[in-house]
T-cell receptor, first 113, second 119 residues
Framework: EADIYQTPRYLVIGTGKKITLECSQTMGHDKMYWYQQDPGMELHLIHYSYGVNSTEKGDLSSESTVSRIRTEHFPLTLESARPSHTSQYLC????????????FGNGTRLTVT | AQKVTQAQTEISVVEKEDVTLDCVYETRDTTYYLFWYKQPPSGELVFLIRRNSFDEQNEISGRYSWNFQKSTSSFNFTITASQVVDSAVYFCALSEAGAGGTSYGKLTFGQGTILTVHP
């Protein structure tokens, strides 16, 4: 059973606000990921990290930023939310490299009005 | 670049029917990994199975079975005697090992298939 937690579960916020989506895992995994899921279901990698103090941008360009100060914590921040940021954001972690399955959190459904 | 295609956007079946979800992939790597995930209405993606590129053995787990064929670059998923609880979105995904096996485990997902099982 994976132990990865995302908060908040749902967030409705006005345009221009700064928001931080939280993601924590208790498994000691080095690798963590943020995926953005469209209403049309497709999942796109927007950020990943392979350890403390390392972050990389994913395949889909995003205005969000991430940080990895502690192994267990991988928050995502939007400095100024816009309606185009409305989406579901899924955090995941994995133990090793390409062959390790990802363990996902429940996601944060963000709506920007 | 790697790519995963799930041509079936939605499938609707009646309980106890068998259903197969198709997945076709593209990759230039000789070493890669294929996955299936289930996303129930709660939103969390649940890992179902992993296959590596050197293992073409089909696998059966209860009502689930997977057919991996490198010759056609396909990794299809069959649910036998479907149940209402199988209703979910199913994703096929690919991870490349990369040069020297240095991949960071980035998954490329297919578009997903919505499966609805009616009572």
């Amino acid at each position: 059973e994976a132990d990865i937690y995302q908060t908040p579960r749902y967030l409705v916020i006005g345009t221009g606000k700064k928001i931080t989506l939280e993601c924590s895992q208790t498994m000691g995994h080095d690798k963590m990921y943020w995926y953005q899921q469209d209403p049309g279901m497709e999942l796109h990698l927007i950020h990943y990290s392979y350890g403390v103090n390392s972050t990389e941008k994913g395949d889909l360009s995003s205005e969000s930023t991430v940080s990895r100060i502690r192994t267990e914590h991988f928050p995502l921040t939007l400095e100024s939310a816009r309606p185009s940021h409305t989406s579901q954001y899924l955090c995941a972690s994995s133990e090793r490299g390409a062959y390790s399955p990802l363990h996902f959190g429940n996601g944060t459904r963000l709506t920007v009005t | 670049a790697q790519k995963v295609t799930q041509a079936q956007t939605e499938i609707s079946v009646v309980e106890k029917e068998d259903v197969t979800l198709d997945c076709v992939y593209e990759t230039r790597d000789t070493t890669y990994y294929l996955f299936w995930y289930k996303q129930p209405p709660s939103g969390e993606l649940v890992f179902l199975i992993r296959r590596n590129s050197f293992d073409e053995q089909n696998e059966i787990s209860g009502r689930y079975s997977w057919n991996f064929q490198k010759s056609t670059s396909s990794f299809n998923f069959t649910i036998t005697a479907s149940q209402v609880v199988d209703s979910a979105v199913y994703f096929c995904a690919l991870s490349e090992a990369g040069a020297g096996g240095t991949s960071y485990g980035k998954l490329t997902f297919g578009q997903g298939t919505i499966l609805t099982v009616h009572p």
